[in-house]
């Protein structure tokens, strides 16, 4: 079936614009996580939903970024009066279910879209 | 939140050689492991999960030491396709998101 999608794959911005990035999870995925990764690191955890509720937005990095989720199923992050240093690459992943809670055995391995290169200019 | 490390390389080795992964984790009470492979300007894709008990898929065995706190990642008969960056992945109790670490760079050569 279809993967994890995500739009734009490229956006360049000028600084001080707001950008919206949207994400598509697998049909059926309870949880949906955004994350950022920038060159030569591993991803960086921003905030997740289960369904339509975000649980934890703990690594947003300041309240220039929100993240939504209004159905539980396509989510946009956004990213106000954008900086450089906000250039990287957003990932976004899904999962059948929600890791800590006792799911099947692979329920909650997380499954990552090709994600959007945001560059700040 | 809790640290994830691994050696960042890159692992040179020829064809068929094994190789093999360390991953340490911090928090002793983490429950959910994973490994996920990364080709260059990929996204990450899941690779295989690290139970309790080891598992193998293949060429690939993945075991977990609780005792010492690593998550080892071996490969057998190293492939030129296997070329990638390694990320070890580990959830937390009480947090419900996944922690990752650097990653580990393959170059295999011919």
């Known amino acids: 079936g279809a993967g994890v999608s995500q739009s734009p794959r490229y956006k360049v911005t000028k600084r001080g614009q707001d950008v919206a990035l949207r994400c598509d999870p697998i049909?059926?995925?309870?949880?949906l996580y955004w994350y950022r990764q920038a060159l030569g690191q591993g991803p960086e955890f921003l905030t997740y939903?289960?369904?339509?509720?975000?649980?934890?937005k703990s690594g947003l990095p300041n309240d220039r970024f929100s993240a939504e989720r209004p159905e539980g199923s396509i989510s946009t992050l956004t990213i106000q009066r954008t900086e450089q240093r906000d250039s990287a690459m957003y990932r976004c992943?899904?999962?059948?279910?929600?890791?800590?809670?006792?799911?099947?055995?692979?329920?909650?391995?997380?499954?990552f879209g090709p994600g959007t290169r945001l560059t700040v200019t | 939140r809790k640290e994830v490390e691994q050696d960042p390389g890159p692992f040179n080795v020829p064809e068929g050689a094994t190789v093999a992964f360390n991953c340490t984790y911090s928090?002793?009470?983490?429950?959910?492991f994973f490994w996920y492979r990364q080709d260059c300007r990929k996204e990450p894709k899941l690779l295989m999960s690290?139970?309790?008990s080891g598992n193998e898929d293949g060429r690939f065995t993945a075991q977990l030491n609780r005792a010492s706190q690593y998550i080892s990642l071996l490969i057998r008969d190293s492939k030129l396709s296997d070329s990638a960056t390694y990320l070890c992945?580990?959830?937390?109790?009480?947090?419900?998101?996944?922690?990752f670490g650097k990653g580990t760079m393959l170059l295999v050569s011919p």
């Open positions: 928090n002793s009470a983490s429950q959910s």
């Open positions: 939903f289960n369904y339509e509720a975000q649980q934890d």
């Open positions: 992943a899904s999962s059948l279910d929600t890791p800590g809670y006792k799911a099947e055995r692979g329920s909650y391995e997380q499954y």
């Open positions: 049909s059926g995925h309870v949880s």
């Open positions: 690290v139970y309790s």
């Open positions: 992945v580990v959830n937390e109790p009480g947090y419900s998101t996944l922690t």
